[in-house]
């Protein structure tokens, strides 16, 4: 039992480049999260997904789009990366929702230079 | 949107005393107030939760409070030890969660 796995642990891209982020779960979650950390800023949601085919806008998601194609996959792109992306990335998933503990992966760092 | 105060940003003690941490929320909306630890370079890992039909919640060294009222919750650490030092986050959950930005609680042994 992985638990929660993300893909790639390190990235650096160069402005304007694009990526994709894969998270994956085998909790059999429903729900699942994409979270950016920034020093002093605590974990802002980026979007979320209640289900396999559902994506939602979380706090911050300008510049990103998500798809989740497979309950145990959410995918987090960004199409022209910029240096204000430049945070460190997690996945998380629950069983059920805003009021269900959520489980966090071990984070992707990205760079943009 | 729900916005999550906390307060202090860093927080040194010396062993076996202890910590104390708050957070303020505004939407009274929000039902679920996890509190998770942060190791330097690992993921945030839940330690304990409260829901709003609680005002109260302890685990072993652990607790946490609540007061709907004040919209206001705090993580207590007793007797605290040297493995306790991390970064701790609050959240308000409804219908995301909403995180504080973090203490960074540092205990001297």
């Known amino acids: 039992n992985a638990g929660v796995t993300q893909t790639p642990k390190f990235r650096v891209l160069k402005t304007g480049q694009s990526m994709t982020l894969l998270c994956a779960q085998d909790m059999n979650h429903e729900y699942m999260y994409w979270y950016r950390q920034d020093p002093g800023m605590g974990l802002r949601l980026i979007h979320y997904s209640v289900g396999e085919g559902t994506t939602a806008k979380g706090e911050v998601p300008d510049g990103y789009n998500v798809s989740r194609l497979k309950k145990q996959n959410f995918l987090l792109g960004l199409e022209s990366a910029a240096p204000s992306q430049t945070s460190v990335y997690f996945c998380a998933s629950s069983y059920g929702g805003h009021s269900y503990e959520q489980y966090f992966g071990p984070g992707t760092r990205l760079t943009v230079t | 949107g729900e916005n999550v105060e906390q307060h202090p940003s860093t927080l040194s003690v010396q062993e076996g005393d202890s910590a104390v941490i708050k957070c303020t929320y505004s939407d009274s909306a929000s039902n679920y107030f996890p509190w998770y630890k942060q190791e330097l370079g690992k993921r945030p890992q839940l330690i304990i939760d409260i829901r709003s039909n609680v005002g109260e919640k302890k685990d072993q060294r652990i607790a946490v409070t609540l007061n709907k009222t004040a919209k206001h919750f705090s993580l207590h650490i007793t007797e605290t030890q040297p493995e306790d030092s991390a970064v701790y986050f609050c959240?308000?959950?409804?219908?995301?969660?909403?995180f504080g930005t973090g203490t960074s609680l540092t205990v001297i042994p």
């Open positions: 959240a308000a959950s409804y219908p995301q969660f909403y």
